[in-house]
């Protein structure tokens, strides 16, 4: 039977999963959270990574959840800062997560599934993984939410790397902070009769990253045309945080004596190419990346069938 609801992913569990989920509550925004929350279970370099949720559904509220990272040093002196030709710890480059904030933000726009439901799908897959300490990780932000940052559990493994004793810039006023991730989307472009929706700041160079990091993408659509998506710069090379089974990107940017800082707390700039389309009513029609790899779900009016478009 033809079917408007479609998700897909560039990773096949991920999709699997993702596709049980949007079957079940039969919702866009659901099965993304729940998927982004599968793969911080499934692998150890998404959950301290940089995201970006959209979301669109009727009447046009199109909205972007800005997961960057955070620039760390939140209530702590400057420190004295490395000498320009001076080598510079892994610890100096461990940014504040905030990926989990801006999932579970966009969750609370949807009530088909609770926020501890979402994330146990984390729990369980770690689980199988045999990644029993990233599971308990998991764990904790399915019955803490975001605070499970902020706890031993998590804080301590995360400090005893990033920290200033170790030559970074991590505390626990970064783990503890609440930032602002839900925004509208913003203007892009107009093709046609249609308007792309998305953040300025998805548009960058990310050259830097080639082979430390790899797009994670999920997009999907329901019967109800909302739509809904995530792209995760998914880190392949970094900071090992051992304790936790995690994998941390080279995100912050060091101090250097004479340079102007960073602000502590500031988003960090990276490439999330995602987006939705609009049409002239202001309904929702398709959620894609926009650039190589190109993943997209698009409902066109009237049809009672979703397309996909995938690398082949």
């Known amino acids: 039977m033809p079917s408007r609801s479609a998700l897909l992913a560039s990773d096949p569990d991920v999709e699997a999963a993702g596709q049980l989920v949007l079957a079940e509550t ?9 998927s982004y929350f599968y793969a911080a279970g499934l692998f150890p370099g998404v959950l301290l990574s940089p995201v970006v949720f959209v979301t669109a559904t009727g009447g046009g509220d199109a909205r972007i959840f800005d997961g960057r990272l ?51 799908a984390g729990v369980v897959v770690a689980r199988k993984a045999g990644a029993r ?7 904790r932000i399915a019955a803490a939410g975001v605070s499970a940052f902020s706890e031993s559990v998590v804080a301590h493994p995360l ?11 991590l505390t626990l006023s970064d783990l503890r902070q609440v930032c602002a991730v839900d925004q509208p989307a913003t203007l892009l472009a107009k093709r046609g009769e249609e308007f792309e929706m998305g953040a300025q700041w998805q548009l960058g160079n990310f050259a830097k990253e080639k ?30 945080i051992d304790e936790l089974e995690l994998l941390a990107p080279f995100a912050a940017v060091p101090v250097i004596r004479s340079v102007t800082r960073v602000t502590p ?5 990276c490439d999330l190419p995602l987006c939705v389309r609009l049409d002239s009513d202001g309904a929702p029609r ?17 049809k009672r069938t979703t397309k996909i478009s995938r690398p082949r």
């Open 133 to 139: 300490r990233r599971m308990r990780v998991m764990e």
């Open 286 to 302: 398709e959620v894609e990346t926009l650039t190589v790899p190109h993943y997209a779900v698009r409902q066109e009016r009237g």
């Open 265 to 269: 707390g500031s988003a960090l700039a």
């Open 211 to 240: 082979g430390r990091s790899v797009a994670l993408v999920v997009c999907a659509a329901d019967a109800h045309g909302r739509f809904a998506g995530f792209f995760c710069r998914q880190a392949m090379k970094g900071i090992a």
């Open 159 to 169: 400090l005893a790397v990033g920290a200033a004793s170790q030559g970074g810039m």
């Open 26 to 34: 039969r919702s866009a925004i659901a099965s993304v959270v729940h």
């Open 70 to 120: 955070r620039q760390p040093g939140l209530g702590a002196r400057r420190p004295r800062g490395f000498l320009p030709n001076q080598e510079i710890p892994d610890a100096a480059k461990l940014a504040t997560p905030v990926g989990t904030q801006a999932a579970l933000v966009a969750l609370a726009y949807d009530k088909s599934l609770t926020p501890s439901a979402a994330v146990k």
